[in-house]
């Protein structure tokens, strides 16, 4: 078992362990202690793993409501969002009392987000349940849903009392999702860890538990810099621009792992171009996210992303602020008017 400090706001731990949830109820009593819980689930992890965290809580002697969500990205939204809170407010749920998001990070963003808003801000946990929710949604307090006109577009900040990430409930993922927690594995180790890069080529499976602990610690302490996401915490978004384009332009069909490693793709391939980076270290990039499952090619053109990606969060007036690297380990801003983006993305399709 590993644990990561991460002192923010708010200071939590980020528990990684096997089998934690069969623990759950003591560690929510050490992080909150006693109060009614609200568990926020989806269909699949309620049928996984809800007996098992429900029972761990009640052996600790708490009293508990579910609110469960249809699977999949289509259910972060307004619509989920207010139907949590009244939930919430028809349970009579109290400023002292707490969600337990139980899923991944798109339960984990809805629960966080009501958490943040509902009476102006009541306590949370998170407890994801894929690799993408452990090693990034799950831990430094972003919070969101999904408007029409683009990805996590309403949201707060708002950190946790605690993370528990039991390491037992990434054996039950689909390939394809375990590989979308691969993209944001890969991320944190080309933004500014070259020697972490060159052992996942070894792979990611094998050494999970520490996989997720020096993603975790990398990200603590970003989030310890820059909570609010103003400086360097916008590290954390290569390939992300491009890639919620390419989410917004499949209409949510393509995940957010694909069209992370799609987009950073795009956006090294364009670095290579204006001489950034070097086409050996594009091509290590390109090989890495290959082996773990992900695809590295985009359907659409520099016309239909730059639709898209004007509606990202990170556009600041006419300018829009990328992360480039320039070598693997060595991730810089770049800032770049928006009416340069269209041929800035057409280079890094070619």
């Known amino acids: ?90 349970n009579r749920f109290t400023r002292s009392d707490c969600i337990v998001a139980l899923g991944g990070g798109v339960v984990g963003d809805l629960a966080g987000f009501a958490a943040g808003v509902y009476l102006r801000g009541i306590r949370f946990i998170q407890a994801p349940t ?18 029409e006109a683009g990805k996590n577009l309403a949201g707060v900040f708002h950190q946790p009392s605690l993370v528990l990430c039991d390491t037992r409930t990434l054996d039950t993922l689909e390939e394809r999702i375990f590989s979308d927690g691969c993209a944001e594995v890969i991320k944190y180790a080309i933004i500014n860890d070259k020697p972490m890069f060159e052992r996942l080529k070894g792979g990611i ?19 310890e810099k820059d909570e609010f996401d103003r400086g360097c915490r916008q590290l954390l978004n290569l390939g992300h621009t491009v890639g919620h384009a390419i989410e917004l332009c499949s209409g949510l069909t393509v995940s957010h792992g694909s069209a992370v490693a799609i987009g950073t793709v795009i956006i090294t391939r364009a670095s290579v171009a204006l001489g950034y980076t070097s086409d050996d270290e594009l091509c290590e990039i390109i090989s890495l996210f290959k082996s773990a499952g992900l695809p590295t ?20 007036g006419d300018s829009i602020t990328l992360i480039l690297p320039y070598g693997i380990g060595n991730c810089k801003p770049y800032k770049l008017p928006v009416s340069e983006l269209c041929e800035f993305i057409r280079k890094g399709l070619r």
């Not at 003591?26 to 989806?42: F, S, W």
């Not at 965290?53 to 508990?64: D, F, H, K």
């Not at 894929?130 to 408007?147: E, H, Y």
């Not at 499976?205 to 989030?223: G, L, P």
């Open 297 to 316: 090619d985009c359907p659409y053109s520099a016309e239909e992303l730059f639709g898209a990606a004007t509606a990202d969060k990170k556009r600041e």
């Open 205 to 223: 499976k094998s050494d999970i538990e520490r996989v997720i602990a020096e993603c975790v610690a990398h990200k603590a302490e970003i989030v």
């Open 1 to 90: 078992m590993k644990t990561v400090k991460v002192n923010a706001s708010k200071s939590y731990d980020v528990i990684i362990g096997d089998r934690l949830l069969e623990r759950l109820g003591e560690y929510v009593n050490e992080a909150v202690g006693k109060c009614r819980l609200c568990i926020v689930t989806d269909d699949k992890v309620d049928a996984l793993y809800s007996e098992c965290a429900e029972r761990s809580l009640r052996s600790s002697g708490y009293e508990t409501e579910k609110f469960v969500i249809k699977n999949g990205e289509a259910s972060k939204n307004t619509t989920s969002l207010i139907a949590l809170l009244e939930f919430l407010a028809e």
């Open 130 to 147: 894929t690799l993408l929710a452990a090693v990034d949604s799950s831990v430094g307090g972003k919070t969101a849903v999904d408007l």
